[in-house]
């Protein structure tokens, strides 16, 4: 989930297990979210986004899943690979179409 | 495509001098974003161009930050004068418009790291 302060939150896992990343987001007006990926001494990379009429969509090996309930997102990794390793943010996007980041969580793959 | 490209990438200046770095947006995109990175503070929007015109500056920390974009395919971003407190990961990025939807998504440049001394 996200966090408060100078550490990030770190999920460690096994090679080949799948991965939940969870993000609580601010805005119940937010109609559109993404999930990115920073490795190291990299900028964001877009992963997968899905808008707020929706509560699950899927791309290779990644699902995002949104509920808006309880504003909540997450995005599982199907059989993590050590090149999945990297920080996870998801941003929240309302009526201003700008994005507000999370502040991230540290993947770690173990092989 | 290159991709959004930043210089330099890394830069180490003294406190009290002039910073620029420098973007190049993906071209084609007509939004460009600056945004700052710290383990403090995570990521920040400073500013955003649309069609080369600054639309929300209000993350700009103080006067020191300026930022232009003279044409589509070119951005800097200014701190005069560099305190150390302004180190941090700086990020440029581009998208085809403001507006939600998958075609507006932020492709982000591998950034400038500054230390300033």
């Known amino acids: 989930g996200e966090s408060v302060g100078l550490h990030l939150p770190t999920l460690s896992v096994q090679e080949g297990d799948n991965s939940i990343i969870n993000c609580a987001y601010s805005?119940?007006?937010?109609?559109?979210f993404i999930w990115y990926k920073q490795e190291s001494g990299k900028g964001p990379q877009f992963i997968i986004d899905?808008?707020?009429?929706?509560d699950k969509r899927q791309g290779q090996r990644v699902t995002v899943l949104l509920n808006k309930t309880v504003k909540h997102l997450s995005l599982q990794i199907a059989a993590t690979q050590p090149g999945d390793s990297a920080v996870y943010f998801c941003?929240?996007?309302?009526?201003?179409?700008?994005?507000?980041f999370g502040r991230g969580t540290s993947l770690i793959v173990h092989p | 495509d290159a991709g959004v490209i930043q210089s330099p990438r890394h830069e180490v200046t003294e406190m009290g001098q002039e910073v620029t770095l420098r973007c190049k947006p993906i071209?084609?995109?007509?939004?460009l974003f600056w945004y700052r990175q710290t383990m403090m503070r995570g990521l920040e929007l400073l500013i955003y161009f649309n069609n080369n015109v600054p639309i929300d500056d209000s993350g700009m920390p103080e006067d020191r930050f300026s930022a232009k974009m003279p044409n589509a395919s070119f951005s800097t971003l200014k701190i005069q004068p560099s305190e150390p407190r302004d180190s941090a990961v700086y990020f440029c990025?581009?998208?085809?418009?403001?507006?939600?939807?998958?075609?507006?998504?932020?492709?982000f440049g591998p950034g400038t790291r500054l230390t300033v001394l």
């Open positions: 805005n119940s007006a937010s109609d559109y």
């Open positions: 941003a929240e996007l309302g009526g201003s179409y700008i994005p507000t």
């Open positions: 899905i808008r707020s009429n929706m």
């Open positions: 071209s084609g995109h007509n939004s």
């Open positions: 990025a581009s998208s085809l418009s403001p507006g939600g939807g998958a075609v507006n998504t932020q492709y």
